[in-house]
């Protein structure tokens, strides 16, 4: 049986939840006052796609790798309780895209995100009868490509695709050994890609000549 599946990113990709996020944020921030520090949409999605170990040393370069990881996991729970009650901003046709896909295809997230985060996803938008099977660096403790490939192997694919916007989902899916189709309209800028779209509703288009 040839199974064929999608691996989409999350942010950027499926969703953008960087206005949401950013007050959360900058409520843990404001309880630690000696850090005297705020952080905006801008920052906020130049750290999307990124690992939180990768985010916390961006962030606070000059304290200890301890102590500013404490800080990111603070930001990460308040951020998933306040995404569990706002959610985030779908990108336009994307419920009516999954629907399609999954006539043909096996749909899952790999995601560069704690444990919780893709959960409250599916939770608050109500999408889980669309996904197989979800993976986040902060359940595995591994990089993207890695966790596309416990994807992969978990669910016995034998065709598939990474979709997301940054050059860390390229870097994964060619870590993975498969093709990236390159969400233009998330956070990334990538150039000198095979299959680009420009809208999530795009892939349906393209799709059946890559799998």
Same mark, same amino acid.
């Given at each position: 049986?040839?199974?064929?599946?999608?691996?989409?990113?999350?942010?950027?990709?499926?969703?953008?939840?960087?206005?949401? +996020?950013?007050?959360?944020?900058?409520? +843990?921030?404001?309880?630690?006052?000696?850090? $005297?520090?705020?952080?905006?949409?801008?920052?906020?999605?130049?750290?999307?796609? !990124? @690992?939180?170990?990768? %985010?916390?040393?961006?962030?606070?370069?000059?304290?200890? #790798?301890?102590?500013?990881?404490?800080?990111? =996991? =603070?930001?990460?729970?308040?951020?998933?309780?306040?995404? @569990?009650?706002?959610?985030?901003?779908?990108?336009?046709?994307?419920? =009516?895209?999954?629907?399609?896909?999954?006539?043909?295809?096996?749909?899952?997230?790999? /995601?560069?995100?704690? &444990?919780?985060?893709?959960?409250?996803?599916? &939770?608050?938008? !109500?999408?889980?009868?669309?996904?197989?099977? %979800?993976?986040? #660096?902060? @359940?595995?403790?591994?990089?993207?490509?890695?966790?596309?490939? %416990?994807?992969? =192997?978990?669910?016995?694919?034998?065709?598939?695709?990474? +979709?997301?916007?940054?050059?860390?989902?390229?870097?994964?899916?060619?870590?993975?050994?498969?093709?990236?189709?390159?969400?233009?309209?998330?956070?990334?800028?990538?150039?000198?890609?095979?299959?680009?779209?420009?809208?999530? /509703? $795009?892939?349906? !288009?393209?799709?059946?000549?890559?799998?």
């Amino acid at each position: 049986m040839n199974k064929k599946g999608i691996i989409f990113d999350l942010d950027g990709t499926l969703w953008d939840a960087s206005t949401q +996020v950013v007050p959360a944020w900058n409520i +843990v921030l404001k309880r630690h006052s000696e850090l $005297d520090k705020q952080i905006t949409i801008d920052d906020m999605r130049g750290f999307m796609g !990124k @690992r939180i170990e990768v %985010i916390a040393e961006i962030m606070f370069p000059r304290m200890d #790798s301890e102590k500013r990881m404490k800080i990111l =996991e =603070e930001c990460c729970n308040e951020e998933q309780i306040y995404l @569990r009650k706002h959610g985030g901003i779908l990108y336009p046709k994307l419920e =009516e895209t999954l629907k399609l896909l999954a006539q043909n295809y096996s749909i899952y997230i790999v /995601s560069n995100c704690q &444990d919780g985060y893709v959960q409250g996803f599916l &939770d608050y938008h !109500k999408l889980w009868s669309y996904f197989k099977d %979800i993976e986040m #660096s902060g @359940r595995t403790g591994k990089c993207k490509g890695e966790n596309i490939k %416990i994807i992969i =192997e978990r669910n016995e694919i034998n065709n598939s695709v990474y +979709v997301g916007d940054t050059n860390g989902d390229l870097e994964g899916a060619e870590y993975a050994g498969i093709p990236f189709i390159y969400a233009a309209y998330g956070f990334g800028q990538l150039d000198n890609v095979k299959y680009s779209i420009n809208n999530i /509703s $795009d892939i349906n !288009k393209i799709i059946s000549s890559i799998l």
